[in-house]
T-cell receptor, first 111, second 116 residues
Framework: EDQVTQSPEALRLQEGESSSLNCSYT??????LFWYRQDPGKGPEFLFT???AGEEKEKERLKATLTKKESFLHITAPKPEDSATYLC????????????FGEGTQLTVNP | DTGVSQDPRHKITKRGQNVTFRCDPI?????LYWYRQTLGQGPEFLTY????????KSRLLSDRFSAERPKGSFSTLEIQRTEQGDSAMYLC??????????????FGDGTRLSIL
């Protein structure tokens, strides 16, 4: 059974203070690891897909990296508008098309 | 380019009543998924369709839950004899399956169900 653990559960940063979110996963044959952003009362918004260890993707202040056991979402010089819950999900070879999500990291960026 | 649309956004009902939610996927997407999310948790997979065929159902999907996608476009999720534990956000997502690679799933803003 695919499993995803995200840490920390919550993170408070000052504007401009860079940090990283962690996503540890266990999956039987990784087909894809996905990062989403979720604002209160909204559905998850797709950010990145990573397929293999060593892969990196960037978008504005966000950079996602992948190893064989975990993924990191690096946030560089965050702004208050980056405040949201960040969700990590995996899709494994034996799990069909379902995504297995972690519980998320709630990020708050103070001005 | 319209995204995934869900209706209603909120539903309040009494325990024991039946409820039905609707999802309209992104127009060119042939796969449609239902997930359930409770407060402080990540979404949990319920079921998915490729065109009109329901290809997978989770153990979470009890016999009180039924989903349809009759013409391969919109989908409905019905919950019969609702229970307190059914209170959650019900999320719909869609993706385009081309037979190559894993296209990301794009989510709607969900239907929040509250059982009185």
């Amino acid at each position: 059974e695919d499993q995803v653990t995200q840490s920390p559960e919550a993170l408070r940063l000052q504007e401009g203070e860079s940090s990283s979110l962690n996503c540890s996963y266990t999956v039987s044959g990784l087909r894809g690891l996905f990062w989403y952003r979720q604002d209160p009362g909204k559905g998850p918004e797709f950010l990145f897909t990573l397929y293999s260890a060593g892969e990196e993707k960037e978008k504005e202040r966000l950079k996602a990296t992948l190893t064989k056991k975990e993924s990191f979402l690096h946030i560089t010089a965050p702004k208050p508008e980056d405040s949201a819950t960040y969700l990590c999900a995996v899709q494994g070879e034996t799990s069909g098309s379902r995504l297995t999500f972690g519980e998320g990291t709630q990020l708050t960026v103070n001005p | 380019d319209t995204g995934v649309s869900q209706d209603p956004r909120h539903k309040i009902t009494k325990r024991g009543q039946n409820v039905t939610f609707r999802c309209d996927p992104i127009s060119e997407h042939n796969r449609l998924y239902w997930y359930r999310q409770t407060l402080g948790q990540g979404p949990e997979f319920l079921t998915y369709f490729q065109n009109e065929a329901q290809l997978e159902k989770s153990r979470l999907l009890s016999d009180r839950f039924s989903a349809e996608r009759p013409k391969g476009s919109f989908s409905t999720l019905e919950i019969q004899r609702t229970e307190q534990g059914d209170s959650a956000m019900y999320l719909c997502a869609s993706s385009k399956w081309t037979g190559i690679g894993n296209q990301p799933q794009h989510f709607g803003d969900g239907t929040r169900l509250s059982i009185l």
